[in-house]
């Protein structure tokens, strides 16, 4: 049982002026938050020249049904070259973890064979690499200012345009980005 701190199934928001370039405007999809670590993908930051049906001809996996060419997005910065699914629930395979009723993720080969074949999730992207914390690592960095947690409804993960992704999921929580300064005040 998760605790009620966790952010598992909630988009984590950089704010203006945190100090890490790897994560600036970053919107992160919290996919795992216990007590042993957290596990987020970046889903508004996309490597950019580099596409799915690249990374499937990479694989070998025959991208015959993939309709239009979608953008590989940087999850983050760990393990760069290891590639994972967020997608809707329509889909599950052996190795899929379903993220609090909201989405799921997948990082085996069979989820992008199912995708080329026309038998994978509806809604879906691709991210290589990921955002990774260790024990208490986040919940100690939650406690000062850089981070802002925010719902994340599929319709912002997979439907909104990427770069609309950060400043809707402020705008969700009634924050207008344009107000947010990089610089912190002192009283």
């Not at 889903?43 to 694989?59: A, F, K, S, W």
């Not at 009723?101 to 290589?128: F, H, V």
Request: proline residues 7%.
């Amino acid at each position: 049982m998760s605790h009620p701190r966790y952010l598992v199934g909630q988009l984590l928001l950089a704010m203006p002026g945190m100090g890490d370039p790897r994560f600036d405007h970053a919107a992160i999809a919290m996919c795992v938050h216990d007590e042993g670590g957290a596990l987020g993908l970046v889903v508004n930051h996309i490597y950019d020249g580099l596409t799915v049906r690249q990374v499937m001809e990479q694989l070998e996996v025959d991208p015959l049904d993939l309709a239009e060419d979608l953008p590989v997005y940087a999850g983050g910065p760990v393990e760069p070259a290891r590639g994972f699914v967020l997608h809707s629930l329509d889909y599950g395979g052996q190795a899929t973890l379903q993220v609090s009723n909201i989405w799921g993720l997948t990082a085996t080969l069979d989820i992008l064979k199912d995708i080329a074949a026309g038998k994978g999730p509806s809604k879906w992207l691709l991210a290589l690499g990921y955002t990774g914390w260790g024990e208490g690592q986040l919940d100690e960095e939650l406690t000062r200012h850089g981070w802002l947690n925010a719902p994340a409804p599929p319709e912002l993960v997979f439907d909104t345009p990427i770069e609309e992704r950060w400043p809707q999921a402020f705008a969700a929580l009634g924050v207008d980005v344009g107000q947010l300064s990089a610089v912190s005040g002192r009283a």
